[in-house]
Nanobody, 111 residues
């Protein structure tokens, strides 16, 4: 079955950085578009960044210039590098594959 396992979350001060990783199994990763979403308490789950199989990316306006999504097809892993973090980036972050989600990982940014 499809499994997506996120890591790298935690608590960081505003202005700091974190890198999320998502290791994927059970799909043909190299031909799959992958994404990162986030959900803050009381809010809907929103797209943060997406990367296609050929490396094209798109970002939510709120994270452009601060976050970078990338992938390593040899490792079946997608990354989200988050720089210049803000308190409003606090949320549970989810890795997404076609028709599958990770379990989510908490990112907390303190002011």
């Amino acid at each position: 079955q499809v499994q997506l396992v996120e890591s790298g979350g935690g608590l960081v001060q505003a202005g700091g950085s974190l890198r999320l990783s998502c290791v994927v199994s059970g799909i043909r990763f190299s031909i799959s578009s992958m994404g990162w979403y986030r959900q803050a308490p009381g809010k809907q789950r929103d797209l943060v960044a997406r990367i296609t199989s050929d490396g094209n990316t798109n970002y939510a306006d709120s994270v452009k210039g601060r976050f970078t999504i990338s992938r390593d097809n040899a490792k079946n892993t997608v990354y989200l590098q988050m720089n210049s973090l803000r308190p409003e980036d606090t949320a549970v972050y989810y890795c997404a594959a076609p028709r599958a989600w990770g379990q989510g990982i908490q990112v907390t940014v303190s002011s």
